[in-house]
C-alpha cells in the first residue's frame, strides 16, 4: 500500500532560539499523522509558523536540502484542490 497525502498534523512545536551563529530563530517542527494508515508518523520542519498551525491542520510533505546538503523533510500546508 502507498502512503499518500494529505497528513494530519499530530502536533508541533516553534522553536524560539537559533541552535547556532546559522541558525533560524524561529521554526517550527510538526508530526504528521495518517490516519488510513495506523501507527504512522512522520516528523518534518514546518514550511511556514505564521500565522500559527493548529492540530488537526492537513500537510503534505516535500524534501528540502538543509544548510549542510542533506535532505530535510518539510511540512507544507495542504491546499485542498
Given at each position: 500500500m502507498q502512503?499518500?497525502?494529505?497528513g494530519v498534523l499530530y502536533?508541533?512545536?516553534?522553536?524560539r532560539n537559533?541552535?547556532?551563529?546559522?541558525?533560524?530563530?524561529?521554526?517550527?517542527?510538526?508530526?504528521l499523522s495518517f490516519p488510513n494508515?495506523?501507527?504512522?508518523?512522520?516528523?518534518g520542519r514546518l514550511n511556514e509558523i505564521d500565522p500559527?498551525?493548529?492540530?488537526?491542520?492537513?500537510?503534505g510533505l516535500t524534501f528540502d536540502r538543509s544548510a549542510g546538503g542533506l535532505p530535510r523533510p518539510t511540512l507544507v500546508k495542504w491546499a485542498s484542490t
Open positions: 502512503l499518500k497525502p494529505p502536533t508541533f512545536t516553534i522553536n537559533p541552535w547556532g551563529s546559522q541558525g533560524e530563530p524561529d521554526y517550527g517542527i510538526g508530526v494508515f495506523s501507527d504512522v508518523r512522520l516528523v500559527e498551525p493548529n492540530v488537526g491542520d492537513l500537510y
